[in-house]
């Protein structure tokens, strides 16, 4: 129970860095924060594999670069999207 709340810690962490860091809002909040960890270390992961310091389960260093690609990818989709519901008013 307590590995569960503590992955939660660290995912939330790194979806909070990652959205600092490219200066980005994740939608959410703090719920948006841990998707994008969690997320984000998967897609870091499959990127760049499997290195430098684990904590929580996450390898830090590719779960915090797969974060910052989810969340500017998320950002530039959520813009595109609000640009075209606004031209169509």
């Known amino acids: 129970m307590f590995g569960f709340i503590w992955s939660l810690i660290i995912g939330g962490i790194l979806g909070w860095l990652a959205g600092l860091i490219i200066r980005r809002d ?18 870091g992961s499959m990127i760049l594999g499997r290195w430098g310091p684990m904590i929580g389960g996450f390898n830090i260093i590719p779960a915090l670069i797969g974060a910052i690609i989810l969340i500017f990818i998320v950002s530039l989709v959520m813009r595109s999207m609000g640009g075209r519901n606004r031209n169509a008013q």
């Open 26 to 43: 994740v939608p959410g909040g703090i719920i948006g924060n841990i998707i994008a960890g969690f997320i984000g270390s998967w897609l």
